[in-house]
């Protein structure tokens, strides 16, 4: 078992004399400094000590220590700082980012660096040594060889949709949705805002209802119309994969349903897959999915 310090005050190991009254004190051979004892010790080390002054000689003591906890305990010996001279940690370049993980979906890519110094003597940390961020990965080959049975859950969703002005998180300026994802995560606002990006995708109505022509907004989504649909991070729902409910499968029928609207319900499909994008409602039908 490991001695704290104030019990080493009261042990005696090889290089000390004891008296009879159990007192203990240094020979003459003992070593007075670091440079005397030749050892600096990474962490705290309580067999790590010499016999001589302390850096902080407001403490009456005969022991001063050559580990790099000294710097804390504040009993490092006076040549602590010369000879263990403390070296920080450095690192290299960052290296080339990952391929996206997920080859047809949301994904993360990885870069990583190296370390040329480990810090020693008490020198600073290293730093991060791994970075990584968020991605849409879509090789259009492995995309279309998707079974449908991977994505049974999606074909039984029902869209929830508003029209896209109804976005309170468009109007944000704290985050901008497709400005890019480590411009966000290194602003200011680091621990107010989303770190997945926005993705939208384009629906083909093919049957909606008499219902959705008594709502101005809804009276779009008519029958071989083509609306865009955004996917915004305050309605990506975690439990089902960080996405929308009822985001569609690539060229296959799903439903959806205008909220705030009676009845006002239908089938679209999806047709082509979700990319990262933002609606733009200046030339095109869009909405938010909710």
Not at 104 to 130: I, S, T
Request: net charge neutral; hydrophobic share 30%.
């Amino acid at each position: 078992m490991e001695l704290s310090r104030g019990h080493l005050l009261a042990a005696c190991v090889l290089v000390l004399v004891c008296t009879g009254i159990h007192e203990c004190r240094p020979d003459r051979g003992s070593p007075r400094s670091c440079g005397e004892k030749a050892e600096c010790c990474p962490g705290q080390n309580n067999t790590c000590f010499a016999f001589g002054p302390r850096v902080d000689r407001s403490t009456d003591s005969d022991r001063c220590y050559c580990d790099a906890n000294c710097l804390i305990m504040g009993d490092c010996c006076m040549d602590y700082a010369h000879v263990c001279k403390a070296q920080d940690c450095s690192v290299g370049e960052w290296g080339e980012w990952s391929n996206c993980s997920n080859q047809c979906g949301y994904g993360k890519r990885l870069r990583y660096r190296d370390v040329g110094q480990y810090p020693e003597n008490g020198g600073k940390h290293c730093p991060a040594l791994k970075q990584r961020r968020a991605c849409v990965g879509f090789q259009q080959e492995f995309c279309a060889q998707l079974s449908v049975e991977y994505q049974a859950e999606e074909l039984q969703e029902r869209a929830h949709v508003l029209p896209q002005e109804f976005g309170v998180f468009r109007t944000m300026t704290k985050y901008d949705p497709w400005k890019g994802i480590l411009k966000n995560l290194y602003d200011r606002y680091f621990n107010q805002i989303f770190t997945r990006a926005a993705y939208c995708g384009h629906f083909k109505i093919t049957k909606t209802n008499a219902h959705c022509l008594d709502s101005e907004w809804a009276g779009v989504l008519k029958a071989n119309q083509t609306v865009c649909v955004e996917c915004q991070p305050v309605a990506m729902n975690r439990e089902i994969g960080m996405r929308c409910a009822g985001h569609g499968v690539v060229r296959h029928v799903t439903t959806w349903k205008a909220v705030d609207v009676a009845k006002c319900h239908g089938d679209w499909e999806l047709v082509k897959p979700h990319a990262p994008c933002t609606c733009e409602a200046e030339i095109e039908p869009s909405f938010i999915f909710l």
